[in-house]
């Protein structure tokens, strides 16, 4: 049974821990997950609406959600 507290995904950096704790968590089961996603590399800093990081953000949640079916197997 998978038991991890992931952090909660409020920036980039706790993004990173995330993907770190569930491919370790793979690794140790001996599963691989796929790539995590690309950190945006277009933002222009002003805020925009439908800003790059949002998409980013909405990749990791899927990536996230999609890893915890894999290890719940």
């Known amino acids: 049974m998978l038991n991890l ?5 409020t920036d980039k950096d706790a993004a990173q821990r995330m993907f770190k704790l569930l491919q370790d968590a793979a690794a140790a089961q001996g599963v691989e ?3 995590p996603p690309s ?11 439908g800003c790059v990081w949002e ?3 909405e990749a990791v949640v899927y990536w996230r ?8 197997d």
């Open 5 to 9: 507290i992931l952090p909660p995904l």
């Open 39 to 49: 950190e945006p590399t277009t933002c222009c800093g002003k805020g925009c609406n």
């Open 55 to 57: 998409g980013y953000y």
């Open 33 to 35: 997950l796929r790539t």
């Open 65 to 72: 959600d999609e890893a915890l079916l894999i290890l719940s």
